[in-house]
């Protein structure tokens, strides 16, 4: 299981440091060089965000047996 967590990404971290990314690359003061390095790692880091939400989802559709729209429709009623 220690080995499962230390490849899962943090997600927030990993949102956190795309967000700096995205502020590099628009402030524009970047070399093409770095650009290109920087647009690399924003890559991963968003696929690596997305895997993180794919597995908190099927994780969240296993707890609720599948059942999500179930889910919704109780919190509408409250």
Do not use: H, Y
């Not at 971290?13 to 390095?37: F, H, N, R």
């Not at 690596?48 to 919190?75: P, Y």
Request: charged share 35%; with cysteine; net charge negative.
């Amino acid at each position: 299981m220690n080995a499962e967590k230390k490849r899962q990404p943090n997600l927030e971290k990993s949102l956190g440091d795309l967000e700096k990314i995205v502020e590099q690359l628009e402030d524009g003061d970047l070399s093409l060089e770095q650009a290109l390095k920087q647009f690399e790692k924003g890559i991963k880091l968003s696929r690596d965000c997305q895997t993180a939400l794919q597995a908190a989802e099927q994780r969240v559709q296993l707890l609720t047996g599948g059942k999500l729209e179930d889910f919704d429709s109780e919190t509408e009623d409250q």
